[in-house]
Protein backbone atom coordinates (compact mmCIF):
# COMPACT_ATOMS: atom_id res chain seq x y z
CA UNK A 1 0.00 0.00 0.00
CA UNK A 2 1.90 3.42 -0.56
CA UNK A 3 1.13 5.58 1.93
CA UNK A 4 2.70 8.08 3.98
CA UNK A 5 2.28 8.20 7.63
CA UNK A 6 1.30 12.00 9.11
CA UNK A 7 2.32 13.53 12.40
CA UNK A 8 0.36 12.80 15.50
CA UNK A 9 -2.92 13.63 15.35
CA UNK A 10 -3.26 17.41 15.84
CA UNK A 11 0.03 18.33 13.81
CA UNK A 12 0.02 19.12 11.02
CA UNK A 13 -0.70 16.64 8.09
CA UNK A 14 0.85 15.35 4.86
CA UNK A 15 -0.33 14.46 1.64
CA UNK A 16 1.07 12.80 -1.60
CA UNK A 17 0.05 11.91 -4.47
CA UNK A 18 0.70 8.74 -6.48
CA UNK A 19 3.55 8.95 -9.14
CA UNK A 20 0.59 8.79 -12.06
CA UNK A 21 -0.43 11.58 -10.59
CA UNK A 22 -4.16 10.35 -9.17
CA UNK A 23 -6.32 13.26 -7.53
CA UNK A 24 -7.96 10.10 -5.27
CA UNK A 25 -6.20 10.96 -1.58
CA UNK A 26 -7.17 9.25 1.41
CA UNK A 27 -7.11 9.77 4.91
CA UNK A 28 -6.86 7.38 7.96
CA UNK A 29 -5.66 5.98 10.98
CA UNK A 30 -4.21 3.07 12.33
CA UNK A 31 -4.15 0.78 15.34
CA UNK A 32 -1.08 2.62 16.78
CA UNK A 33 -3.10 5.78 16.33
CA UNK A 34 -0.54 7.16 13.56
CA UNK A 35 -3.12 9.24 10.44
CA UNK A 36 -1.82 8.03 7.03
CA UNK A 37 -2.15 9.58 3.75
CA UNK A 38 -2.21 7.61 0.30
CA UNK A 39 -3.97 6.48 -2.62
CA UNK A 40 -4.43 2.51 -2.00
CA UNK A 41 -6.55 2.98 1.29
CA UNK A 42 -7.93 0.30 3.44
CA UNK A 43 -12.12 0.57 3.97
CA UNK A 44 -12.49 3.03 6.72
CA UNK A 45 -10.23 5.69 4.55
CA UNK A 46 -11.75 9.01 4.13
CA UNK A 47 -11.61 10.48 0.83
CA UNK A 48 -10.05 13.67 0.58
CA UNK A 49 -10.96 16.29 -1.85
CA UNK A 50 -7.81 17.59 -3.87
CA UNK A 51 -9.65 18.92 -6.81
CA UNK A 52 -8.09 16.73 -9.22
CA UNK A 53 -4.45 18.65 -8.83
CA UNK A 54 -1.52 16.90 -7.06
CA UNK A 55 -1.32 16.94 -3.63
CA UNK A 56 1.87 18.82 -2.28
CA UNK A 57 4.62 16.13 -0.94
CA UNK A 58 5.44 17.05 2.27
CA UNK A 59 9.25 17.98 2.42
CA UNK A 60 11.76 16.24 4.47
CA UNK A 61 15.02 17.01 4.85
CA UNK A 62 18.58 14.95 5.42
CA UNK A 63 19.97 15.26 8.58
CA UNK A 64 24.30 16.10 8.28
CA UNK A 65 25.14 16.92 11.85
CA UNK A 66 24.29 17.42 15.47
CA UNK A 67 26.60 19.95 17.22
CA UNK A 68 25.18 19.73 20.43
CA UNK A 69 21.60 18.95 21.61
CA UNK A 70 19.50 21.43 20.84
CA UNK A 71 21.20 22.06 17.44
CA UNK A 72 20.39 20.36 13.58
CA UNK A 73 22.49 21.07 10.73
CA UNK A 74 20.98 19.84 7.81
CA UNK A 75 22.55 18.62 4.59
CA UNK A 76 20.92 21.80 2.58
CA UNK A 77 23.02 24.74 4.92
CA UNK A 78 19.78 25.39 6.98
CA UNK A 79 20.99 25.44 10.95
CA UNK A 80 17.52 24.64 13.20
CA UNK A 81 17.36 25.18 17.00
CA UNK A 82 14.76 23.62 18.39
CA UNK A 83 11.80 25.44 19.88
CA UNK A 84 10.95 25.10 23.46
CA UNK A 85 13.50 23.58 25.45
CA UNK A 86 17.63 23.66 25.98
CA UNK A 87 19.78 21.02 26.33
CA UNK A 88 23.42 21.66 28.37
CA UNK A 89 26.01 22.80 26.30
CA UNK A 90 28.86 21.02 25.03
CA UNK A 91 32.62 21.85 25.58
CA UNK A 92 33.65 24.73 22.95
CA UNK A 93 36.13 27.53 23.04
CA UNK A 94 37.57 27.36 26.51
CA UNK A 95 34.05 26.66 28.27
CA UNK A 96 34.05 23.29 29.92
CA UNK A 97 30.99 21.24 29.04
CA UNK A 98 27.54 21.61 30.82
CA UNK A 99 26.78 18.21 33.34
CA UNK A 100 25.18 15.85 30.90
CA UNK A 101 25.61 17.98 27.82
CA UNK A 102 27.58 15.18 26.11
CA UNK A 103 25.21 12.86 27.02
CA UNK A 104 22.51 14.96 25.46
CA UNK A 105 24.40 14.90 21.95
CA UNK A 106 25.12 11.56 21.54
CA UNK A 107 21.64 11.09 22.31
CA UNK A 108 20.21 13.39 19.72
CA UNK A 109 22.99 12.10 17.16
CA UNK A 110 21.82 8.58 17.59
CA UNK A 111 18.08 9.38 17.61
CA UNK A 112 18.88 11.32 13.67
CA UNK A 113 21.37 9.28 12.56
CA UNK A 114 20.69 8.56 8.93
CA UNK A 115 17.46 9.91 9.54
CA UNK A 116 15.20 12.86 7.20
CA UNK A 117 13.05 14.96 9.31
CA UNK A 118 10.56 17.39 8.49
CA UNK A 119 10.04 21.25 10.19
CA UNK A 120 7.47 22.86 12.29
CA UNK A 121 7.57 26.16 12.54
CA UNK A 122 6.37 28.86 15.05
CA UNK A 123 5.20 31.94 14.74
CA UNK A 124 8.71 33.38 15.15
CA UNK A 125 11.12 31.42 12.55
CA UNK A 126 14.13 32.40 13.09
CA UNK A 127 16.53 33.84 16.16
CA UNK A 128 18.86 36.50 16.87
CA UNK A 129 21.67 34.48 14.99
CA UNK A 130 20.08 33.42 12.07
CA UNK A 131 18.39 29.78 12.57
CA UNK A 132 15.44 28.56 12.19
CA UNK A 133 13.51 27.34 15.04
CA UNK A 134 11.28 24.61 14.67
CA UNK A 135 9.99 21.48 16.00
CA UNK A 136 11.25 18.51 14.34
CA UNK A 137 9.46 15.43 13.16
CA UNK A 138 11.61 12.43 11.86
CA UNK A 139 9.14 9.85 9.48
CA UNK A 140 7.59 7.78 11.71
CA UNK A 141 6.08 11.05 13.18
CA UNK A 142 8.16 11.16 16.19
CA UNK A 143 8.31 14.99 17.88
CA UNK A 144 12.66 15.00 18.78
CA UNK A 145 11.39 18.20 20.90
CA UNK A 146 9.48 16.15 23.12
CA UNK A 147 11.44 12.92 23.01
CA UNK A 148 14.32 14.86 24.40
CA UNK A 149 12.53 16.32 27.05
CA UNK A 150 10.74 12.89 28.23
CA UNK A 151 13.98 11.37 28.15
CA UNK A 152 15.69 13.96 30.35
CA UNK A 153 18.26 15.06 27.69
CA UNK A 154 16.74 18.49 27.52
CA UNK A 155 14.85 21.66 29.86
CA UNK A 156 11.71 22.54 28.85
CA UNK A 157 11.83 27.06 28.19
CA UNK A 158 9.29 28.95 26.48
CA UNK A 159 10.01 32.26 24.14
CA UNK A 160 7.14 33.79 23.31
CA UNK A 161 5.54 34.01 20.92
CA UNK A 162 6.84 30.66 19.87
CA UNK A 163 4.36 29.21 22.67
CA UNK A 164 1.76 26.37 21.15
CA UNK A 165 3.44 23.68 22.41
CA UNK A 166 4.78 24.86 25.53
CA UNK A 167 2.50 22.94 27.86
CA UNK A 168 2.80 19.61 25.98
CA UNK A 169 6.64 20.30 26.60
CA UNK A 170 7.08 20.88 30.19
CA UNK A 171 4.85 18.01 31.20
CA UNK A 172 6.80 15.68 29.23
CA UNK A 173 9.73 17.31 31.42
CA UNK A 174 7.70 16.96 34.65
CA UNK A 175 7.52 13.34 33.75
CA UNK A 176 11.45 12.72 33.42
CA UNK A 177 11.79 14.98 36.41
CA UNK A 178 9.99 12.65 38.39
CA UNK A 179 11.47 9.37 37.20
CA UNK A 180 15.02 11.05 37.75
CA UNK A 181 15.78 10.50 33.89
CA UNK A 182 18.63 11.59 32.46
CA UNK A 183 19.66 14.90 33.65
CA UNK A 184 17.51 15.22 36.34
CA UNK A 185 19.15 12.87 38.34
CA UNK A 186 22.01 15.15 38.70
CA UNK A 187 22.40 17.83 41.59
CA UNK A 188 23.21 20.24 39.22
CA UNK A 189 19.74 20.19 38.06
CA UNK A 190 17.99 20.34 41.19
CA UNK A 191 15.70 23.32 42.37
CA UNK A 192 18.26 25.74 44.65
CA UNK A 193 17.01 28.36 47.58
CA UNK A 194 16.73 31.77 46.70
CA UNK A 195 19.85 32.68 48.61
CA UNK A 196 22.20 30.63 46.89
CA UNK A 197 21.15 32.51 43.55
CA UNK A 198 24.02 35.22 43.57
CA UNK A 199 26.53 32.34 43.23
CA UNK A 200 24.41 30.54 40.18
CA UNK A 201 24.15 33.37 37.81
CA UNK A 202 24.41 33.11 34.19
CA UNK A 203 23.08 29.87 34.49
CA UNK A 204 19.47 28.24 34.18
CA UNK A 205 18.49 26.98 37.43
CA UNK A 206 15.22 26.26 39.08
CA UNK A 207 15.03 28.62 42.44
CA UNK A 208 12.90 28.32 45.11
CA UNK A 209 12.21 30.71 47.96
CA UNK A 210 9.34 32.64 49.58
CA UNK A 211 7.54 36.08 48.01
CA UNK A 212 8.02 38.84 50.66
CA UNK A 213 6.20 41.75 48.37
CA UNK A 214 4.97 42.04 45.29
CA UNK A 215 6.26 45.55 43.76
CA UNK A 216 4.55 47.30 40.96
CA UNK A 217 6.78 49.71 38.94
CA UNK A 218 6.16 51.85 35.41
CA UNK A 219 7.14 48.63 33.39
CA UNK A 220 7.79 46.05 35.30
CA UNK A 221 6.63 43.79 38.33
CA UNK A 222 9.24 42.39 40.73
CA UNK A 223 8.81 39.58 43.07
CA UNK A 224 10.77 40.23 45.53
CA UNK A 225 12.03 37.40 47.65
CA UNK A 226 13.03 36.63 51.22
CA UNK A 227 16.81 36.00 50.29
CA UNK A 228 17.75 39.27 47.69
CA UNK A 229 16.27 37.79 45.07
CA UNK A 230 13.38 38.66 42.85
CA UNK A 231 11.55 37.54 39.42
CA UNK A 232 10.56 40.26 37.16
CA UNK A 233 8.06 40.73 34.53
CA UNK A 234 6.36 43.23 31.77
CA UNK A 235 3.34 44.95 33.13
CA UNK A 236 1.50 43.96 30.21
CA UNK A 237 1.98 40.34 31.37
CA UNK A 238 -0.32 40.66 33.97
CA UNK A 239 -3.30 39.72 32.73
CA UNK A 240 -1.85 36.59 31.12
CA UNK A 241 0.16 35.40 34.58
CA UNK A 242 -3.47 36.15 36.20
CA UNK A 243 -5.45 33.50 33.87
CA UNK A 244 -3.19 30.96 34.49
CA UNK A 245 -3.64 31.24 38.13
CA UNK A 246 -0.66 33.24 38.96
CA UNK A 247 -1.68 36.65 39.32
CA UNK A 248 1.71 38.17 41.05
CA UNK A 249 -0.54 40.13 43.33
CA UNK A 250 -1.70 36.97 45.02
CA UNK A 251 1.34 35.67 45.53
CA UNK A 252 2.91 37.58 48.50
CA UNK A 253 3.67 35.42 51.25
CA UNK A 254 3.78 32.25 49.11
CA UNK A 255 6.43 29.71 48.51
CA UNK A 256 7.29 29.13 44.67
CA UNK A 257 9.37 27.85 42.74
CA UNK A 258 10.40 30.07 39.48
CA UNK A 259 13.00 28.96 36.72
CA UNK A 260 14.98 30.43 34.44
CA UNK A 261 18.42 32.29 33.23
CA UNK A 262 19.80 33.81 36.66
CA UNK A 263 21.24 37.26 36.09
CA UNK A 264 22.22 40.40 38.09
CA UNK A 265 19.72 43.58 37.97
CA UNK A 266 20.93 46.47 39.88
CA UNK A 267 22.94 44.18 41.42
CA UNK A 268 20.25 41.77 42.95
CA UNK A 269 20.20 37.80 41.30
CA UNK A 270 16.99 37.53 39.19
CA UNK A 271 15.05 35.61 36.54
CA UNK A 272 12.55 37.51 33.93
CA UNK A 273 9.23 35.74 33.38
CA UNK A 274 8.18 35.90 30.27
CA UNK A 275 5.21 32.58 30.61
CA UNK A 276 3.14 31.89 33.30
CA UNK A 277 5.10 28.22 33.38
CA UNK A 278 8.12 29.64 34.80
CA UNK A 279 6.37 29.87 37.64
CA UNK A 280 5.78 26.25 39.96
CA UNK A 281 4.85 25.38 43.11
CA UNK A 282 7.56 23.20 45.48
CA UNK A 283 8.25 20.41 43.92
Known sequence: MRSVIGAPLGALFMLVA????????YRWVDEAGRTHYGDRPPAQAE??????EEAPAERFRAVEWIPDGD????????????IGLNAPEVAHRDEP??????EAQRFLRRELKDQKVRLETGPEVTDDYGRTLAHVFTGDGTNINRHL?????????????NTQRATDYFAAERKARQAERGLWARPYYAIHPAAKAGDLRNTFRRIQGRVAEVQTKRKYIYLAFDDAFRAILAKDRRDQFAEAGKDPDTLTGRTIVVRGWIHLRDGVPGIRLRHPLQIESPA
Do not use: M
Open 18 to 25: GATGADEI
Open 47 to 52: RLETGG
Open 71 to 82: TIHLADGTEIRL
Open 97 to 102: AEPWGP
Open 149 to 161: LRTGHAFATVHPP
